[in-house]
């Protein structure tokens, strides 16, 4: 979305409203959110009843959006702050909710973000390339699988296709053979690099094919290249936030995600349509 476009969406709080609606809304199908039920009215301004359990709810209850009370145009405001990768901070310099609110509402679009990845049922499939990485703060000592302290990630990614990423416990063989059969097709060819806790893919239906870094980075098709870029790409973003607790990691890793399968794409919408999203279960 060009930023005249935006401009005029946030021109008046009717029309940010109206916006906001029609992302909660698909198809202007109105429903409840508690029953699901679509026998509903309209009771007074902004406000519904369903006629079945007799729940009163507006266009943003049940929602992730729903969970914090600021006007449509701040919400959107801060969504378009939140896509520009704008901090915390210096969004709140430019919006009228105070800091710690604009702190809130981002990590709600984390979350809403990250509600969003956990429903996806698609299994990667094809030529797919898995590695695991380590992310924290700059610390004195060994590096990489050796160091201490840090969060270890495993990631997914599908050749001309999208990457998924887990924190996980530990890189250990059971860890990472189990997060590839809950996230790869059987059938698929996995590049990996020579680490051990990979050696048993070949015996869970996959065609295996390692390559040795300590000799060359690739080998014909055999490489892990594109997953090694999308470290390098949410390590690069991740540094900017001067630091980020263990609790609240995986939804900034999640961001990561969304943002690397998305960065052709207008995110504006995309962060909107999650933020729209029913709340399911807590996170």
């Not at 698909?26 to 409840?32: D, L, T």
Request: aromatic share 12%; proline share 2%; hydrophobic share 35%.
């Amino acid at each position: 979305m060009s930023l005249e476009d935006f401009e005029l969406l946030v021109k008046s709080e009717v029309r940010a409203r109206r916006h906001i609606a029609q992302a909660c809304w698909k198809g202007g199908r109105i429903f409840c959110p508690r029953c699901d039920s679509r026998k509903v009215y309209k009771v007074r301004r902004q406000k519904y009843r369903c006629k079945h359990c007799w729940y009163e709810f507006s266009d943003q209850s049940g929602r992730w959006i729903g969970q914090l009370r600021i006007t449509a145009r701040d919400w959107l405001r801060i969504a378009k702050l939140f896509e520009l990768e704008v901090s915390a901070l210096k969004a709140s310099k430019q919006v009228a909710p105070s800091y710690p609110t604009v702190l809130k509402a981002y990590h709600l679009i984390r979350k809403s973000i990250a509600a969003e990845s956990s429903d996806g049922k698609l299994l990667l499939r094809g030529e797919v390339e898995a590695d695991e990485s380590y992310f924290g703060g700059r610390r004195k000592g060994n590096r990489g699988r050796g160091a201490a302290g840090k969060v270890p990630v495993f990631g997914i990614l599908e050749r001309q296709g999208v990457v998924k990423v887990e924190v996980v416990p530990n890189v250990s063989a059971g860890t990472l053979l189990g997060m590839t059969v809950r996230m790869v097709r059987r059938g698929s060819i996995v590049y990996t690099d020579r680490f051990g806790s990979y050696d048993s893919l070949m015996f869970c239906g996959y065609r295996h094919l390692r390559v040795d870094h300590q000799r060359r980075f690739s080998s014909g098709k055999v490489y892990i290249n594109g997953l090694e870029g999308f470290w390098s790409y949410a390590k690069e973003r991740l540094i900017k936030h001067h630091g980020v607790s263990k609790e609240r990691f995986p939804f900034y890793l999640k961001e990561m995600e969304f943002r690397y399968n998305h960065r052709h794409d207008n995110l504006f919408n995309l962060l909107l349509n999650s933020l729209c999203l029913l709340v399911a279960s807590p996170l």
